[in-house]
């Protein structure tokens, strides 16, 4: 459940990053036409982040929901932002000479699209194409970016949703290190949190730290939502908070190596209110990450927001992942 991250600054890495969309397209089972669908999206991303970026990324993964599948873009870029996103939207409207018919185009072909995008700081872009019809609402909009260390093939992060008993759980783990053996022990504590049943936070952490004895160990955090209140428990360094637009709320996570060492489990409760984020994120992300310097992201998909997380506060020498999770608010396309 890992990202592919492509750097996309010149015109041949925009042509790999269409190659790569349009055969993990394919192995998912995309017909010919939204194979067709999903190779244009993401050329058009490519295209304008080799027009106007500084530093230009695409980010591709898959998406599961029940027995629906599909492919999710996000374009990132530390490049001159858009003064006027809506404007930058219309068919025709270019600021680099060329048709201007890409957002647009981007816009009409995926079943999820949206944007955010800050003078001087950079833009992002997200379009979600599904094989088949989308799946129906859950009640709960997650966004995950989840991409292992430059040079590893593998993540030595892992997530995971899953409900149990009424209540959204999210977990976040960090293997000790990176590479394959990291990958396992954060792996085996995502088996281990969906196959227990709807036990207590701690319980839950309690079975994990059985589960990877026999690994190197892992930091994991879990956090359920439930009606108004937000439940957590961590070991390690996962940091999260509750987001709002009244402010933040940073989460309490205990000491030690889940597996190994964990002397103390703890359960702490914080507030959820309407429009409020869950973020969760390992330590390949800076520690003091903050939202409030870009206007009206909170209110962006959560896909958006992992993506700007990630674009400027990796630490780039990590495996990195970023979950943000709000309760939907009924929207498709934005």
């Known amino acids: 459940m890992s990202s592919t991250a492509i750097a996309v600054t010149e015109s041949s890495q925009a042509g790999h990053a269409r190659r790569t969309a349009s055969a993990l397209a394919a192995?998912?089972?995309?017909?010919?036409?939204?194979?067709?669908?999903?190779?244009?999206?993401?050329?058009?991303?490519?295209?304008?982040?080799?027009?106007?970026?500084?530093?230009?990324?695409?980010?591709?993964?898959?998406l599961h929901s029940g027995p629906h599948v599909g492919v999710e873009m996000l374009a990132l870029?530390?490049?001159?932002?858009?003064?006027?996103?809506d404007r930058c939207l219309r068919d025709g409207y270019s600021t680099a000479g060329t048709g201007g018919a890409g957002l647009g185009a981007m816009r009409r072909m995926a079943s999820v699209f949206d944007i955010h995008s800050v003078?001087?700081?950079g833009t992002a872009v997200l379009a979600q194409l599904w094989a088949g019809k989308p799946p129906p609402a859950s009640g709960m909009e997650v966004g995950v970016v989840c991409v292992p260390k430059?040079?590893?093939?593998?993540?030595?992060?892992?997530?995971?949703?899953d409900r149990k008993d009424?209540?959204?759980?999210?977990?976040?783990?960090?293997?000790?290190?990176?590479g394959p053996e990291a990958a396992r022990a954060s792996r085996a504590a995502v088996?281990?949190?969906?196959?227990?049943?709807?036990?207590?936070?701690v319980e839950l952490l309690r079975g994990m730290h059985q589960e990877l004895h026999s690994t190197r160990g892992a930091a994991v955090a879990i956090a359920a939502l439930d009606g108004a209140r937000l439940d957590f428990t961590g070991v390690g360094n996962i940091s999260a908070a509750v987001v709002s637009p009244g402010g933040i709320q940073r989460m309490v996570s205990m000491n030690?190596?889940?597996?190994?060492?964990?002397?103390?489990?703890?359960q702490f409760s914080y507030t959820w209110s309407p429009g409020a984020s869950l973020v969760m994120c390992s330590d390949g992300l800076a520690t003091q990450w903050r939202l409030d310097g870009y206007?009206?992201?909170?209110?962006?998909?959560?896909?958006?927001?992992?993506?700007?997380?990630?674009?400027d506060f990796a630490r780039g020498r990590d495996d990195a992942t970023v979950l943000v999770a709000r309760e939907a608010s009924g929207g498709g396309s934005r």
């Not at 870029?77 to 996103?85: E, N, Q, R, S, Y």
């Not at 088996?191 to 936070?201: H, I, K, M, R």
Request: glycine fraction near 14%.
């Open 27 to 62: 192995r998912l089972g995309f017909d010919e036409e939204t194979q067709g669908k999903v190779a244009i999206v993401v050329s058009e991303a490519a295209k304008n982040l080799v027009a106007h970026a500084r530093e230009g990324l695409i980010l591709l993964r898959t």
């Open 77 to 85: 870029d530390k490049g001159p932002g858009m003064a006027d996103v």
């Open 119 to 121: 003078p001087g700081v």
């Open 150 to 161: 430059v040079g590893e093939e593998v993540c030595g992060d892992s997530w995971a949703v």
């Open 166 to 178: 009424g209540r959204f759980l999210f977990l976040v783990s960090d293997g000790l290190g990176h």
């Open 191 to 201: 088996v281990s949190f969906l196959e227990q049943g709807p036990n207590e936070l």
């Open 256 to 266: 030690g190596t889940l597996g190994h060492q964990s002397h103390r489990m703890q």
């Open 295 to 311: 206007p009206g992201l909170l209110s962006r998909h959560p896909s958006l927001v992992a993506g700007v997380l990630y674009r």
